[in-house]
């Protein structure tokens, strides 16, 4: 039976599995019945974002249960079948280049526009089912249509290969339905594990600082050992930037890549609210901030970062009440703070039935 995975990040962007569901077919209607499920255990709060493959049954079943969550297509899925289905042309190789430089180089829809434009135009390619039927979907997978909303920094369904392959050690296609249960647990037990051993790496390790600025040290004491490094790595990254050209609040960063190759991006820099916003907008996508807004901040003498720019779910000190919950009801053997989590879960559970038939019984136990 197909395995269903619901997975996502946790703050050590270690992927970590949110649900799952086996399924006897891969149509429309099973998916709509997975996809209701799901939101019923969510409480009817659906998610803000779902990576998926180009899998037309699983899009309507998206659309018809979460009409409001953005759907993206996995880029790597695409990109993937571009030799395939260019191969047979007799320029593939400039195609091909044309098509990996309008993705993955443009900043913006207008640049990808045109550039996509311009590489349809030179090879021809009007006739191309397969290219219009993309760029009739671009807003599904193109990243420039999709860095300005937040997705932990994730364009594919890699985590969700990588979680079927963490399976792979515990359960197979020959197992029973019984045998699948247990071993579903033993394997989230192992996920929990990975966790409280790097929480704990967190609290008792320091990561050393690589410059003399105060942010860096705000970063390192709050973020998760992953989180920090990454942030490290825009930090010092700093040498390669250089500010060209401002107009009022607007400025022209230019970036060296080396072996001669640059290339600008535009920061938004209100020193009244202290706020900043890159066009290549890796705060809003991945949640830290880029080379490019990092220069402006330093530049213009901010020596901590704003609070809006630390997120709470990269923090170390967040609190993951999943890690206590157990994941069966045959499980024998819980751990202390199971216990106590799921005891206390009891004896609210009873107040709250109480407590909800009344509003001002509601609003006294709320507050």
């Given at each position: 039976?197909?395995?269903?995975?619901?997975?996502?990040?946790?703050?050590?962007?270690?992927?970590?599995?949110?649900?799952c569901r086996l399924i006897s077919r891969e149509d429309t209607e099973t998916f709509t019945w997975l996809f209701e499920a799901w939101l019923s255990c969510m409480s009817d709060s659906p998610p803000l974002g779902i990576i998926t493959d180009q899998e037309?049954?699983?899009?309507?079943?998206?659309e018809n249960v979460f009409p409001t969550t953005r759907h993206r297509w996995c880029l790597w899925h695409i990109m993937k079948k571009v030799p395939e289905k260019l191969g047979a042309f007799k320029e593939r190789e400039g195609i091909i280049s044309s098509l990996l430089s309008a993705v993955y180089d443009s900043l913006s829809s207008d640049a990808?526009?045109?550039?996509?434009?311009?590489?349809?135009t030179e090879y021809d390619l009007w006739d191309s089912d397969w290219l219009n039927g993309l760029y009739k979907e671009r807003y599904r997978w193109?990243?420039?249509y999709l860095k300005c909303y937040f997705w932990a920094g994730m364009s594919t369904t890699q985590r969700s290969e990588s979680m079927n392959a963490f399976f792979d050690g515990f359960v197979n296609s020959k197992i029973n339905l019984k045998q699948f249960v247990k071993q579903y647990e033993n394997a989230l037990r192992r996920k929990v594990e990975l966790e409280w051993q790097a929480d704990a790496k967190c609290f008792s390790k320091r990561t050393p600082c690589v410059s003399r600025y105060e942010m860096e040290r705000q970063v390192e004491e709050v973020y998760t050992i992953s989180k920090f490094k990454?942030?490290?790595e825009e930090l010092t990254a700093l040498m390669y930037c250089d500010i060209s050209d401002y107009v009022g609040s607007i400025y022209?960063?230019?970036?060296?890549?080396?072996?001669?190759?640059?290339?600008?991006f535009e920061v938004v820099f209100e020193e009244a609210e202290c706020e900043v916003t890159c066009i290549y907008s890796k705060f809003q996508f991945r949640g830290i901030l880029c080379k490019h807004a990092l220069a402006m901040l330093i530049r213009n003498s901010v020596e901590l970062l704003p609070e809006r720019y630390i997120l709470s779910r990269w923090r170390k000190d967040v609190r993951r009440c999943y890690s206590k919950l157990k994941v069966c009801y045959g499980v024998q053997s819980l751990t202390i703070q199971q216990e106590r989590y799921e005891k206390m879960c009891n004896t609210f559970s009873a107040v709250a039935d109480i407590a909800s038939d009344d509003e001002n019984s509601y609003k006294t136990v709320l507050d």
């Open positions: 039976m197909p395995f269903a995975p619901f997975v996502g990040v946790n703050h050590h962007g270690q992927s970590i599995l949110l649900g037309r049954a699983m899009q309507k079943a998206i990808f526009a045109e550039a996509w434009h311009c590489m349809i193109v990243p420039c990454e942030f490290q022209q960063i230019i970036e060296s890549f080396g072996q001669g190759r640059r290339g600008l």
